[in-house]
């Protein structure tokens, strides 16, 4: 029943095949076929680590094996139980027999050979839990909380999380499905799988679980210089000539433009992968014009194909969209119908770079915005979509990686190594392939701005590095009134401190279509969205810490290297740097933006001043006054509208001077 099976734990038992195997440092990978038989895949995870020799016991009817910290036991009802090496519990299946009789994983057949999966684990009412990726709500830590496992417009299902405990668990399985962090149980759901796949990390802080975890499911590359600096966007610039004059007054005014983004609709059908060159006639021109300015130009793609595209009929021949298993397939409608290309599918990948590599790349163009990532239906039906990989019940989560996926090796195999690609999505994995996430069409209020502090510092923790927002909220935002563009400069105080600093929104007044027109005429805009769009203040604050983005940029490359060679996100959660403050686990409102700046963004309206807790063991030196205080103290600082309250860890890489504004 058990065995040693070369290096790994083997339990069979009426046709139940459990297999526990190290893979990567102090980590157990648990795998489980009802059936008697894995698939092999690897699904998040990278190759395995080879020569990481495991010790395993077998005595009769109980086992265990041992991997650095990791520990795992078997016993004689399959019940598995996980300890670090001093012996505490960190995570034990919850088997209840008599008189429940309620199994730790339970496999519900269904049609079509797969099964639904629930697994169960016990919970530590008072642990804390972190991580599995982007969801709109007020909350850090997500004890108590119940996540859908699946992608929306907004919400990316990354399900990795660290616990204050002192281990780190990947959910591999890309199914659609549940998580529950209950007081009472912690559940795992899969609405359609053949296996259960999970990984459970062991060590004694969060920064060497992250950067365990990232070492297996990959890490991100080296951010390119270019996208350190300030993005402009709006929905959206209608023409060429329209965009280039925003690029030309940035110019004019020396305000440095990293990159400046051509949004959708700039082609004729959906699926063309092209520029509408009624509108956009001379794109080689423009692009060549930007970089004389030091401005890269990002087009957006979107994955939907619509029925009148010169790619549509090639593309239903040859297998490259996702299909309906029952009825028509229309996925979507965005002014016309549409069906969403199938990113796991090899050849539709290949299909689609080489249309973007001839009528985008070829022109000059090497920055990819990938919308509609997750992807958007129409109808969240998901047991209706067939994928190459299988039914998206089965699959889905894991579009937003391949659809990345296909670009990064586009740009590789055409020579390119600094590849950054804006995604509205992602899964365990994305990283690795330059996804820089962003966290959709949100609300243009205080309240969805503490919601995305949040959602970035857990995006963080679930391995997504490179994060960003559409500053002052994407639907819909007034750049008359007063509150909104008290809301956008602290919006836009808070990115400064993010990894992109990116300007994007729909912003009033709403702009129809024009009448009578084809192709990208077709749809609507909405009004300006440029740092000079909100009042002569409003500009002078947003300018000011775009250079003040500027002069940080030598220690924006540092942490971005880090990010690159190890693993750690550029901006994380005060206990990822202070994990023996006990009081850090509880902070929610400040952040670590590199080992050696706190930032506390404003997240009221009318705000002037606001609480800063400084974490213990070091000494901090306020960036407005110089003051310094003693670490493990809680003081008010003051926020005027031109700054939010930043502190300098003394001893580190970055000087008060720094921040100090240049006349």
């Known amino acids: 029943m058990l065995r040693q099976e070369e ?48 010790e395993i016991t077998v005595d009769g009817d109980f086992a265990s094996i041992v991997n650095g910290n990791a520990r795992a036991t078997v016993d004689k009802n399959g019940k598995i139980t996980f300890y670090n090496q001093k012996g505490r519990v960190m995570l034990e299946e919850a088997l209840r027999l008599n008189p429940l009789k309620t199994p730790a994983r339970f496999f519900k057949p269904q049609l079509m050979g797969k099964y639904q999966l629930t697994v169960s684990f016990e919970s530590n009412p008072n642990e804390r839990i972190f991580g ?14 119940a996540l859908e496992l699946s992608h929306r417009n907004s919400q990316a299902s990354v399900p990795f999380y660290i616990s204050d405990l002192g281990y780190g668990f990947l959910w591999n ?53 270019f996208a350190m600096g ?18 030309r007054k940035y110019k004019e005014l020396g305000v440095p433009l990293s990159v400046i983004v051509c949004d959708f609709f700039h082609w004729p059908h959906q699926g063309d992968f092209r520029f509408d060159y009624d509108y956009f006639p001379k794109p080689e021109d423009m692009t060549r014009e930007l970089k004389e300015m030091g401005t890269e130009l990002m087009v957006s793609v979107w994955p939907t194909v619509e029925f009148g595209s010169e790619n549509y009929h090639e593309m239903l021949e040859k297998g490259y969209l996702i299909r309906n298993d029952r009825g028509p397939s229309n996925h979507t409608e965005f002014v016309h119908p549409t069906v969403f ?18 009528n985008y790349y070829d022109k000059g163009i090497r920055l990819f915005w990938l919308d509609e990532a997750e992807p958007e239906y129409m109808l969240y ?24 996926q296909g670009f990064y090796e586009g740009l590789k195999e055409a020579g390119e190594n600094e590849i950054i690609s804006l995604v509205r999505c992602a899964w365990a994995g994305s990283a690795k392939y330059g996804a820089l996430v962003w966290s959709g069409d949100i609300m243009p209020t205080f309240d969805a701005l503490n919601d995305q502090l949040r959602a970035g510092l857990n995006m963080a923790i679930s391995g997504i590095p490179w994060w960003t927002t559409d500053i002052g909220g994407f639907d819909y935002g007034d750049p008359s009134d007063d509150d909104y563009k008290e809301l956008i400069v602290r919006w836009f105080e808070y990115a400064t401190f993010c990894p992109v600093l990116r300007m994007h929104g729909y912003r009033a007044p709403y702009i129809p279509a024009e009448e009578g027109a084809t192709g990208g005429g077709q749809c609507y805009t909405g009004g300006d969205n440029e740092i000079w769009s909100y009042g002569d203040t409003a500009y002078i604050i947003m300018r000011d810490h775009i250079f003040l983005r500027e002069r940080m940029k030598p220690y924006i490359k540092e942490i971005m290297q880090t990010a690159h060679e190890k693993g750690t996100p550029p901006m994380r959660p005060l206990f ?61 600082a003051d926020a005027p509208l031109e700054a939010i309250p930043l502190f300098i860890r003394k001893g580190g890489n970055l000087k008060r001077e720094l921040f100090i504004k240049e006349n």
């Open 230 to 247: 300030f993005w402009q966007s709006k929905l959206r610039y209608r023409t060429q000539d329209e965009l280039m004059a925003v690029a």
């Open 132 to 145: 599995m990726g982007q969801y709109q709500q007020p909350f850090l830590n997500i004890k108590g909380c």
């Open 381 to 404: 039906d998901y047991d209706n979509h067939r994928y190459y990989e299988g039914n998206c019940a089965e699959v889905g989560n894991v579009y937003p990686v391949n659809y990345a």
């Open 7 to 54: 290096n790994a734990l083997v339990r069979f038992f009426n046709s139940e095949l459990v297999r526990i195997e190290p893979w990567g440092k102090n980590a157990l990978r648990v795998r489980v076929s009802p059936e008697g038989r894995l698939s092999g895949k690897n699904r998040a995870l990278q190759e395995k680590i080879p020569d990481i020799k495991a």
């Open 576 to 636: 990822y740097d202070f994990p023996s403050d006990a009081r850090a686990w509880d902070i929610d409102t400040e952040y670590m933006f590199g080992p050696d700046l706190l930032v506390a963004p404003i997240l009221e309206l009318g705000a002037r001043d606001r609480y800063v807790y400084l974490p213990l063991g070091e000494s901090w030196i306020e960036v407005s006054t110089g003051k310094e205080y003693t670490g493990g103290t809680s003081i008010t």
């Open 341 to 358: 290309y199938d990113a796991t599918n090899p050849g539709a990948r290949k299909f689609v770079w080489d249309t973007v590599r001839k």
């Open 173 to 225: 399985m890309p199914s659609i499905g549940e998580a529950t962090f209950g007081r009472n149980i912690t559940k795992f759901k899969a609405e359609s799988t053949d296996e259960l796949d999970y990984l459970i990390i062991v060590d004694d802080t969060p920064a060497r679980i992250e950067e365990a975890y990232m070492a297996l499911v990959g890490r991100a590359p080296m951010m390119p210089e």
